[in-house]
């Protein structure tokens, strides 16, 4: 069955220090798709970036990035240049191919940026 | 503007009056699917539909019923609520099955039952 571990409850960072959120992940399937959300207080859930797991190159989105290490089945999601308003729970979640209705998330990680 | 909209956004009942919390998209995706958010639980799929009149159950059905009678709407029905669903409900949708296909989510429904 998949599974998503987000192992870090809570981070903090200093502004425009660069921050790594962890993700591993467990499947069976060949082929799936990484995701990472943001959800800031006001709750809205926004799609960040996707790496699909025959990507050769690791996904990069402006200041975020998905190192991707296929073997060690991880997607850490990397922060460059920490702002305030990255101040939020970050999600990582996993759609396999053979059950692409699903997306399923990790428990998330709390991203605190402090001036 | 692409847009997942759901209503209402915050909503208290009570035990076993029933309740309907709308989703609605403008995008014309032909899947959606609807999720609950819990502390340390992260988000889990209660049903989600993959066509008109095509419904299925994700993780967490119980207590949960929902209908696809148009494209563009997709209502989570709680029959009986119960406290245990006191929870900030997602509605999703995305375009197709293929696994690299983005989900957006609406903004949230807050429920509180007492």
């Known amino acids: 069955a998949q599974k998503i571990t987000q192992t870090q409850p809570g981070m903090f960072v200093q502004e425009k220090e660069a921050v790594t959120l962890d993700c591993t992940y467990d499947?069976?399937?060949?082929?799936?798709?990484l995701f990472w959300y943001k959800q800031p207080s006001s709750g809205e859930m926004i799609f960040l970036i996707y790496?699909?797991?025959?990507?050769?190159q690791n996904a990069t989105e402006g200041r975020y990035s998905l190192n991707f290490q296929k073997a060690r089945k991880s997607a850490n999601l990397v922060i460059s240049a920490s702002q305030l308003g990255d101040s939020a729970m970050y999600f990582c979640?996993?759609?396999?191919?053979?059950?692409?209705?699903?997306?399923?998330f990790g428990t998330g990680t709390r991203l605190l940026v402090s001036p | 503007e692409a847009q997942v909209t759901q209503n209402p956004r915050y909503l208290i009942t009570v035990t076993g009056k029933k309740l309907t919390v709308t989703c609605s998209q403008n995008?014309?995706?032909?899947?959606m699917s609807w999720y609950r958010q819990d502390p340390g639980l992260g988000l889990r799929q209660i049903y989600y539909?993959?066509?008109?009149?095509?419904?299925d159950k994700g993780d967490v059905p119980e207590g949960y019923k929902v209908s696809r009678k148009e494209k563009r709407n997709f209502p989570l029905i709680l029959e009986s609520p119960s406290p245990n669903q006191t929870s900030l409900y997602f509605c999703?949708?995305?375009?197709?099955?293929?696994?690299?296909?983005?989900?957006?989510f609406g903004p949230g429904t807050r429920l509180t039952v007492l």
């Open positions: 979640a996993m759609r396999e191919a053979t059950g692409f209705q699903k997306l399923v």
């Open positions: 499947t069976s399937d060949q082929s799936y798709g």
């Open positions: 790496q699909g797991s025959y990507d050769e």
């Open positions: 995008m014309n995706h032909e899947y």
């Open positions: 539909s993959m066509n008109v009149e095509v419904t």
């Open positions: 999703a949708t995305q375009l197709a099955g293929a696994s690299a296909d983005t989900q957006y």
